[in-house]
């Protein structure tokens, strides 16, 4: 099966990037300053009109955290948004929890700066970390990867003809090799379905394979299912929780999202990621405010 | 159609409790000592096997933020499971992390403590509320209601031969009004079905209708989809967020859980909760380890 990594070194004729190596890793290094305290950049690269991308945001603090806790891989990580990011400088402060065995806790917050260098809190998280490695392999998942199309068969930004939806807005769109379902993509030819999906295959334009860390990015990286619904505004997280339950393998994903209860103004996405190997190795839910477009 | 207000005063000849003046707000009630300081006595009345149940714990810290922050009803809860808790005094501490125009945010850490009287942390609450009633009502919820019998076909402790399962272990039962799904119940007589589904109707035994913070118990009430996985541990929450999307109308819940991905020890919960007007009033996922019995 054709790989993230050959798609896109064929497409390139480069080497593809590999984890700890990548324009992912660069973009979402943390500087520790002293315990507790991590310096970093926040990318314009991981934007869409302007603004932040959420899982991108969440990854950058999931560093933070690794590097704080004794446990290194993110089991669940809960994040409230606070305030919008933007490009540029941003500290996070990490306090360790609660210290475990086999599972620590964390909380971060990640700040930016008003224009009197005051900290403004982005984003805060409560996550607990363990090692996905000491994890037993006895596997008795129920659940079914989705249906999605052969790659081949899939279209992304770039198949899209002329700008596409979204001309100029979208520097993410160039660090992602996104190919989605044609079966979500009506709102692209201005035929919304009308059904909360959202799904296709997903990896990092430089081939990197995916890893805990680019999983969290991975659950929020897809166009908004409110799309489908007829919703062409802005969509903004409140509330994002993702669990990792699987070191993924190597490969591109498969991401499918599902929206069932878009309401009062609100709605859930919930989104679950699928490795190479078939194994379900994220799971998401966020609470967005679905608001008129 | 049948409510637990009714079916209960019809049981005991008594009326209905309250929502205000009942026995789960009496348990759940906080004591405000200073800003951001409120203390409470955890309650023995709200145990299985010893272990305070969770979603009551959540409905205590939830009490709290609620008196706390500017809006009064929790729309997204997270809440990271620390230290196991038992009956006895604690004290919450809370924190404003955003106060907004429409949503605030909290963060809370109920503590325990120590033969030396030092404070020990249980659990760690971020939550996100909002005013419900102020939502608009357009609703374009794609989700359908769980298929379970009527209450009548339905069957709770009270109905088992004997002590039944977990006899003596059990105060919380006495509170619950709790009826299942016999199609889950297959564990109860020794023949797990196999899939992980528990399903059934939920109020409180004292009549009392649901209101958003009893949601956050609802959500973690009943009996876990491992029995029907023919694991009979100890299941224990890990993390836990609960959307409350609306307020529930007058009457019995119907609350379905879901268990899909039972892997490496863990397994996550999902929980939808609905109300008797047919709406999807709460979704909840937990991620819990699931230890060998």
Redesign the interface.
Known sequence: MATAASLSASASGTVPARIGDSEFDRDTAVVRREPGVHDTELSAGWTIFGAVNGGYLLAVVGRALADTLPHSDP??V?A?Y??ASRPGPAVIRTDV??DGRS?S?G?ASLFQYDDEGREV?RI?????YGD?DA?????????EPPAIPPVEHCFGAEDAPGEGPVPGGSPIAERLFLKLDPATLGWALGQPSG??EMRGWFGLADGRDADPLSLLLAVDALPPTAFE?GLMGWVPT??L?V?I??RPAPGPVRVSIT????????L?EDAEVWDSAG??VA?S?Q?ARALKS
Chains 1, 2 share one sequence.
Request: glycine share 6%; charged share 25%; aromatic share 4%.
């Open positions: 089991f669940t809960s409230h606070l305030t929890v609660r599972l806790t909380q809190e805060r998280v409560l996550a607990s996905l994890l037993p392999d006895d596997v008795r998942t129920t659940a059904k909360g619904l409140v509330e929780t669990h339950r699987c929206t069932r209860n878009l309401a009062g103004g609100f859930e194994r379900l799971q839910r609470l």
